[in-house]
Structure formats: C-alpha cells, structure tokens
C-alpha cells in the first residue's frame, strides 16, 4: 500500500516550508538545496521527494542536472481551500474592530 501525504502536513514541517522558501526565489538542484541546511543531504532528500510527492515541487530534468521548482497550480489549489477561513477570520476581527471602537466611544 502506497503512503499518500497530505499537501498541508508536507508544508507543516519547518524544513521543507523553508525548502519552498529557497525554490520560490529559483529553481534549484537538490545539492543547492541541501548546502542551506546543517542536516544532511539524505535528509533534505527525503524533505524534496515529500514536495515532490506532493506536486508542491516539480522536477525538471536537463542532462544529468535535476532541477526542482514551484508548481504554481499546487499553491493556487492551497490559497483557494485556505480563502474561505481568511475570509472568516476577517469578518470576525472586523466585527471584533467595531465592538471595539464601540466600546472606546462609551468611556
């Protein structure tokens, strides 16, 4: 039985929020990669084939040279499930804003 990872847990460790963080700004091979980090290149490995598990990264392949990069769709899908509680909390701090100004004008 293959493993499926959630999309939300891979971006929930610190390693790999910071490995998009790094790709974001390029694209960038997996030594690149791992030379930002202290633990070892097994580990930023494992890190990238979770993203890649994923679809949060891509591969692209040139010669020998792996390249990973943003797959901008996967982000788009993530914004879109996450645009709803945004648009919650908003309402709710906006409200919580007036009670507050509310409140301020009494005293």
Same mark, same amino acid.
């Not at 610190?14 to 997996?30: E, F, G, H, S, Y």
């Not at 791992?34 to 392949?61: D, M, Y």
């Not at 982000?75 to 879109?80: G, H, L, N, P, W």
């Given at each position: 039985?293959?493993?499926?990872?959630?999309?939300?847990?891979?971006?929930?460790?610190?390693?790999?929020?910071?490995?998009?963080?790094?790709?974001?700004?390029?694209?960038?091979?997996?030594?690149? @990669? &791992?030379?930002?980090?202290?633990?070892? /290149? %097994?580990?930023?490995?494992?890190?990238?084939?979770? +993203?890649? =598990?994923?679809?949060?990264?891509?591969?692209?392949?040139?010669?020998?040279?792996?390249?990973?990069?943003?797959?901008?769709?996967?982000?788009?899908? @993530? &914004?879109?499930?996450?645009?709803?509680? /945004? %648009?919650?909390?908003?309402?709710?701090?906006?409200? +919580?804003? =007036?009670?507050?100004?509310?409140?301020?004008?009494?005293?």
């Amino acid at each position: 039985m293959e493993l499926r990872r959630d999309v939300f847990q891979a971006i929930a460790d610190p390693t790999r929020r910071a490995i998009i963080a790094l790709v974001a700004m390029q694209a960038m091979t997996p030594s690149a @990669i &791992a030379e930002n980090f202290k633990s070892s /290149r %097994q580990t930023i490995s494992k890190h990238i084939q979770i +993203l890649t =598990a994923c679809e949060i990264l891509e591969q692209e392949q040139n010669g020998r040279t792996i390249h990973y990069h943003l797959n901008p769709q996967k982000f788009k899908e @993530i &914004a879109d499930f996450i645009e709803p509680f /945004r %648009q919650l909390w908003d309402d709710r701090f906006n409200k +919580l804003e =007036a009670v507050m100004k509310n409140y301020q004008s009494d005293q």
